[in-house]
């Protein structure tokens, strides 16, 4: 899930090749980015995701992320609701990221925002309504797990500023150092060491 830190070592040859990307990408963010960047961003982040196979690695395990954009005013523009589902259905992640332009126009800067009473909004997909209410004490942001977004031959390149995120591993409840490297297009979302693909609209 989106904000969750993860410990396999399957894609250190992917990240590498991420790397070289983002260092291609800095040289994309010389030139401003628009209003239509964070549009278009939103445009592609948005929808159901299969986790996939990657280079080299074992079959996806089965999990759904589901990306809907969602109003919050209180938040930002650009608001989406995130959850993951692991193969028997069942809700296993949730949170919040907002998208904005960055002061300065050289990237899109992306944040999550984790929820107190993680039950009270678990039906966010069904009744999207219920974030228009939400307040600050409803939520807690990830702070210094910002990703900052590029813009690159693909689409877009990301990543966290290194050495100043800390996650909560899931699988051991431990507080880990982070950072985050992503990449978008409008069929693929990699994430950390997780890649997902996105379903086809009639498939969703």
Known sequence: MIGTATGTRALRDLILTLGLGLAAASVFAASKLKEG??????????????????????????????IERVSSPMISWHVFYAEERNADGAVIAQQLLSFELAGDKKSIVERSYSFKEPRR???????????????????????????????????????????????????????????????????EFLYGERMFSKRAAGMQ
Not at 160 to 176: E, F, N
Request: proline share 3%; aromatic share 8%.
């Open 37 to 66: 960047d964070v549009d278009l961003i939103s445009d592609w982040i948005a929808g159901v995701y299969d986790t996939a196979p990657v280079a080299g690695g074992t079959v996806g395990d089965g999990h759904v992320l589901i």
């Open 121 to 187: 909004w678990q039906d966010g997909l069904q009744r999207p309504d219920i974030f228009k209410a939400i307040i600050a004490d409803d939520i807690t942001v990830a702070s210094g797990c910002e990703i900052f977004w590029f813009r690159d031959k693909q689409g877009f390149a990301g990543r966290s500023i290194p050495h100043a995120c800390r996650l909560r591993s899931r699988a051991t409840g431990v507080s880990m150092e982070i950072d985050i490297v992503t990449h978008l297009t409008a069929a």
